[in-house]
């Protein structure tokens, strides 16, 4: 079936592509949250509110131009994205910023989030930045990061509220020198 065949097809969209998937990024990202993702939103979280997010936040940086946002494709079916924030001041130029990466909870145990990152840093590479920083909340993505070469720079506790649970999580700094 579909949730356990496929090849892994990674796409940067573009202002003109964007908006045809707006919809199904927010779709996956409500999913995402409610399986307990802490990415900055807690429950209660609508489908109305993942749309808020791609719509007001995301989309108006990509047309901007200060921020790259990849997707994960298997077949027709939307499993994964994350963001490079590229907008940053002139004394930070030779950085960019990962943020949220996601994989659709159906999708999750295949490589798709590293296939993203890797997807992620050869465009990096390419803008000249030379220096990646991201922070996680969750274990399993700290070691992926790791295995890519991320080094961990500490651990900040109480950093946000756990999407679900009444409890306050840590998290991780981490960054890699392309």
């Known amino acids: 079936g579909a949730m356990t ?3 892994i097809e990674i796409e940067l ?10 919809s199904e990024l927010a779709a ?9 993702a802490n990415i900055s939103f807690v429950l ?14 995301v989309r108006p940086a990509v047309l901007a131009g200060t921020r790259a946002l990849w997707v ?18 002139p004394n930070q130029a030779h950085r960019a910023e990962v943020t949220k990466l996601i994989v659709h909870p159906d999708y999750r145990g295949r490589g798709i989030a590293r296939a993203l990152m890797l997807a992620l840093e050869q465009r990096a590479r390419l803008m000249e930045r030379r220096l990646i920083t991201l922070d996680t909340a969750n274990e ?20 946000a509220k756990d999407p679900i649970e009444d409890r306050y999580d840590a ?8």
């Not at 979280?45 to 936040?57: G, P, V």
């Not at 998290?171 to 392309?178: A, D, G, V």
Request: glycine fraction near 8%; charge should be negative; aromatic fraction near 8%.
């Open 13 to 22: 969209l573009s202002p003109d592509t964007i908006d045809s998937h707006v």
């Open 44 to 57: 209660p979280h609508s489908l109305e509110d993942s749309l808020a997010f791609w719509s007001q936040d």
């Open 140 to 159: 399993k993505a700290e070691r992926l990061y790791l295995s890519l070469g991320y080094e961990r720079v500490g651990t900040i506790p109480c950093f």
């Open 72 to 89: 994960a494709k298997v077949g027709r079916c939307l499993a994964g994205s994350v963001q490079l924030d590229i907008g940053l001041p």
């Open 5 to 7: 065949e496929g090849a």
């Open 171 to 178: 998290t991780t700094i981490m960054f890699k020198t392309l």
């Open 28 to 36: 996956m990202l409500n999913a995402c949250v409610h399986a307990g």
